[in-house]
């Protein structure tokens, strides 16, 4: 009778193992956070020949800033939304305070996004995915023959497009690589006061490589 007792439990421990497993796969479903760090390229844009000489001029640097987001698995396909705070190194190394590809010598500011994504599980591990939303940049004003901000800004409305790949590294904790491409078509000033301008018409472009880390709850 033991014997028989320790041949059943044995072997209900053997069926139930897969289903622990599949149980503590990751689900991409729910509410998460991230850390997020890449190269970040402003320049001026293609659809607008600025006729000045300085086409392809534009600033690069290092972005870092943090995303939230919340996720709906459907099966083999997810879909969720999204929003995230960045700022970025990126500045003009040029001390004429002359035009930099039509906005003077600036450094780049903060970045909001919002947003949404929707992609497929490759594999119950790996998600592909696509993403577009909405993106308001900043960018400081710079003093003419030093690295001091001033008080002006330039305030950029656009759109954002984009792709990548997340992978679970466990029930809670991911990691993605992703490519972001932005376009800015409106822009004001913004002065230290609190005054800013009538919307004028820009043609910036952005581009980005990002890797994050982080965690779903």
């Known amino acids: 009778m033991r014997k028989l007792m320790v041949a059943t439990l044995l072997g209900s421990a053997a069926v139930a193992a897969p289903a622990m497993a599949q149980n503590v796969g990751p ?3 729910g509410p998460r956070v991230e850390a997020i760090l890449g190269y970040d390229h402003v320049g001026a844009g293609s659809d607008v020949d600025n006729d000045n000489g300085r086409d392809d001029q534009s600033i690069d640097g290092l972005l870092y800033g943090i995303g939230a987001g919340y996720d709906v698995n459907l099966g083999s396909a997810v879909v969720g939304v999204e929003g995230e705070w960045t700022g970025s190194t990126a500045k003009s190394d040029r001390f004429d ?16 996004y919002v947003g949404a994504r929707a992609g497929i599980l490759a594999n119950p591990a790996t998600l592909i995915y696509v993403k577009g939303g ?13 690295n001091e901000t001033t008080d002006t800004a330039f305030k950029l409305d656009g759109w954002r497009i984009g792709g990548g790949v997340e992978r679970a590294i466990n029930t809670n904790t991911f990691a993605k690589v992703e490519y972001r491409y932005s376009k800015y078509s409106d822009a004001k000033i913004e ?4 005054a800013t301008t009538e919307d004028f018409g820009i043609d910036t472009d952005r581009h980005q490589v990002v890797a994050s880390v982080g965690w779903r709850f």
Not at 134 to 146: D, E, M, Q
């Open 27 to 29: 689900t991409f479903t």
């Open 97 to 112: 305070p002359t035009d930099q590809f039509g906005f003077g010598r600036v450094s780049q500011g903060r970045d909001l």
């Open 134 to 146: 909405y993106t308001n940049s900043k960018l400081n004003v710079l003093a003419g023959n030093t």
């Open 191 to 194: 002065f230290a006061n609190g």
